[in-house]
């Protein structure tokens, strides 16, 4: 079992609707959470972070977060062309490294 | 100027060539990483730094090499390089509060 594990997708959304992002992890004993956002060929770029079980709204974006289940997600309200990227999930231990995912590629459709 | 730097941003070199990828920073974080990513496989860290003095392997480490020459500069080298070091190349700092890294852009490698 890989340490922290997404879809790969691709995931398909039209346009304005709500695109959800999951991840589950398997150390019980990890601490935060983060989602980046990468376009092809580019460089992660943080998008949000959660420490807490529940939800944490920045925007459009809403991280949320089950310790118990071991998963965290992530929901894009009002999906935009813009949004097509690839997202990670990673997973702090330890306070020390992270450990990402293999990302979801998400397609919003116009 | 961005806050994370990599040179070079893409390198093509034949196998069995000594390479050094550069990175430097203007975060003032003690904490360097350098990660490679493929297709499908996420980012896999193959060396990190806590301050000059620290140097640790991650978990591909084989075949690399890390000099951590500043608090602003880490480097990673291959010694002898293989095509399946084919690979984007991401160097990124953090802070220790770790609220997230700070990526730089980017080398492209390609090993023929």
């Known amino acids: 079992q890989k340490e922290v594990e997404q879809n790969s997708g691709p995931l398909s959304v039209p346009e304005g609707a709500i695109a959800s992002l999951n991840c589950t992890y398997s150390?019980?004993?990890?601490?935060?959470f983060f989602w980046y956002r990468q376009y092809s060929g580019k460089s992660p770029e943080l998008i949000m972070f959660?420490?807490?079980?529940g939800d944490k709204e920045d925007g459009r974006f809403t991280a949320q977060l089950n310790k118990a289940s071991q998963y965290v997600s992530l929901l894009i309200r009002d999906s935009q062309p813009s949004d097509s990227a690839t997202y990670l999930c990673?997973?702090?231990?330890?306070?020390?490294?992270?450990?990402f995912g293999p990302g979801t590629r998400l397609s919003v459709l116009p | 100027d961005a806050d994370v730097t990599q040179t070079p941003r893409n390198r093509i070199t034949k196998t069995g060539k000594r390479i050094m990828l550069e990175c430097s920073q203007t975060?003032?974080?003690?904490?360097m990483y350098w990660y490679r990513q493929d297709p499908g496989l996420g980012l896999q860290l193959i060396y990190y730094?806590?301050?000059?003095?620290?140097?640790n392997k991650g978990e591909i480490s084989d075949g690399y090499s890390v000099s951590r020459q500043a608090q602003a500069k880490f480097s990673l080298s291959l010694e002898s390089a293989i095509p399946n070091q084919t690979a984007l190349y991401f160097c990124?700092?953090?802070?220790?509060?770790?609220?997230?890294?700070?990526f730089g852009s980017g080398t492209r490698l390609t090993v023929v």
């Open positions: 990124a700092t953090s802070d220790p509060t770790g609220r997230g890294y700070t």
């Open positions: 150390d019980r004993g990890s601490q935060s």
């Open positions: 959660i420490y807490s079980n």
């Open positions: 990673a997973v702090m231990r330890d306070g020390q490294n992270f450990v």
């Open positions: 975060k003032g974080h003690d904490r």
């Open positions: 730094s806590f301050d000059v003095k620290d140097i």
